[in-house]
Every structure is written in C-alpha cells, then in structure tokens.
C-alpha cells in the first residue's frame, strides 16, 4: 500500500522529556510537513522539507526539532523546551513544486503527563 | 500565521441542503486547495483550483477563485450525513503549504 505511516498513534510524554514522532512515505514525494492541531482549531506548519537534507522552519518551530536524513522519512522530535506540547501532530507530503496535492497520515496524539 | 481564513466558523444543515464555505488570503497565489477532516483523522484533499481558473467541479463539489478579492468559496450540493466533517483551504508559495482555521459542518439527517 502506498502511503504515509505515523506512529505511534498515541504517545504520552513526562515533563521534561524529550519524544520522537515518527513519519514515513512511500510515495516517492520530495516535499515533506510538520503540522500541529489543536483541539477546533486549524493546522499550524511547525517545519517543512523540500528536499533531503534541507528542511525550514514554520511558523511554530521553537521546541521542535527535525531531520531529513532519507527521502522517506521525516521525524519530528517534541523536546523539553516547548512548553505546551499537548496536541494532534500531522505529518503530510507531497511531490513538490507545481504538484502541491498534500497526502496527510493518520495523525499521533501527543499527551503530557 | 495563518494564510487562509474561512467563514463560517461553523455551520449545521439539513440532509439534502447545500453548503457553502468561504476561504479568505493575503498574499497572491498559484492555487487554492480544500482538504477535508473527520473528527480525529488527518486531511482528505478534495480539490485544487488554479490561479488561472475561476470555478472548479467535482462531484457534489463546486469550488469557485477570485483572485481579485483574494477569496474562494466551497459548495457542496445535496449534502449528506456523511459530509460531516470539517474542511480548510490551503494555500502554498515558496514551498509551504499554510492551512486556514477551517469550517465545521454538520449535516443532520
């Protein structure tokens, strides 16, 4: 099946950890996303990936870090500096320039306790 | 920040009636897309709209552009139970692709 695989679904975080949000495409897309939901509210883009190796920041990136290390992968690391990391995290992709169709996957819900 | 803005926030319809959302934008554009979301799941693209055209079909989908006014509206005929959902426009320029706060609809049967 092609597509786009998060995991895990559901992760929950003590304060003052670090966690790792996994997301993988086999679509072959050069552009990937980061975007986090917060409950009735629209996506807001955390960082963004055009091509491997180069990534950008979006308009929430403090706390966050990524890597574009493979074409298919692109993790998302909540680290301990955001202070509020409670949310729904989507990972989306697609071909890249003049093909701008996003593929989203299922989202990880994200819980600090 | 957000690049697109819909209207309404919310919107409850009957089974069977039409739907209509708006999106607005600041900057210009190459297109306009509307994604859709189930409660809980991640985005659904529906369709995409250049900067060239002015209306869109697709379906029960009609997707109208006025660059002009910086607008796009959404309309969707005969709506369903299933239609219930939230759906956003999106907006991409320089590689990033920005969403709006989006419009819940619930259509009651």
């Known amino acids: 099946d092609g597509g786009i695989t998060q995991s895990p679904k559901y992760l929950f975080r003590k304060e003052g950890q670090n966690v790792t949000l996994s997301c993988e495409q086999n679509?072959?897309?050069?552009?990937m996303y980061w975007y986090r939901q917060d409950p009735g509210q629209g996506l807001r883009l955390i960082y963004y990936s055009q091509i491997v190796n180069d990534f950008q920041k979006g308009d929430i990136a403090e706390g966050y870090s990524v890597s574009r290390e493979k074409k298919e992968s692109f993790p998302l690391t909540v680290t301990s500096a955001q202070k509020n990391p409670t949310a729904f995290y989507l990972c989306a992709s697609s071909p890249g320039q003049g093909e701008p169709e996003a593929f989203f996957g299922q989202g990880t819900r994200l819980t600090v306790v | 920040s957000q690049q697109g803005e819909e209207d309404p926030q919310a919107l409850s319809i009957q089974e069977g009636e039409n739907a209509t959302m708006n999106c607005s934008y600041k900057?210009?554009?190459?297109?306009l897309q509307w994604y859709r979301q189930n409660s809980g799941r991640g985005l659904v693209h529906l369709i995409l709209?250049?900067?060239?055209?002015r209306e869109k079909h697709s379906g029960r989908l009609r997707v109208t552009l006025d660059t002009s006014k910086k607008s796009s509206s959404l309309l969707i005929t005969a709506s369903r139970a299933a239609d219930t959902a939230s759906y956003f426009c999106a907006t991409g320029n320089t590689g990033k692709l920005i969403f709006g706060q989006g419009t819940t609809l619930q259509v009651k049967p």
């Open positions: 709209i250049r900067s060239n055209e």
């Open positions: 679509l072959n897309h050069d552009a």
């Open positions: 900057t210009s554009i190459n297109n």
